[in-house]
């Protein structure tokens, strides 16, 4: 009589021992986001219009411009003098430069 095949349990059996066989909800375990709170605050137009963003090492200013076609201000702070002249450059002579601190 042969012995029962058993299911294993770290997902080898499907070819890949790094992907489980369990579907899951979010791509990142760690950071879970939760809409329903306010995550998403600057989707609602109305909200974003009113709302002062404070960033905390904005870097060479890729995400500081996206908030600051929707923010009301924004107030960047970085400690490399070169990358706050960065992000000070990349605004220079648009709209948006007087709504950035």
Sequence with gaps: ???AMKQKRNGAANGNP???SKPTKSSNPIFKMNTDLGQHVLK???V??????LEVGPGSGNLTVKILEKAKKVIAVELDPRMAAEVTKRVQGKPEAKRLE
């Excluded at 974003?48 to 963003?53: K, L, N, S, Y």
């Design 18 to 20: 790094y992907t489980s």
């Design 48 to 53: 974003a219009q009113a709302i002062i963003v």
């Design 1 to 3: 009589m042969p012995k």
């Design 44 to 46: 609602n137009p109305g």
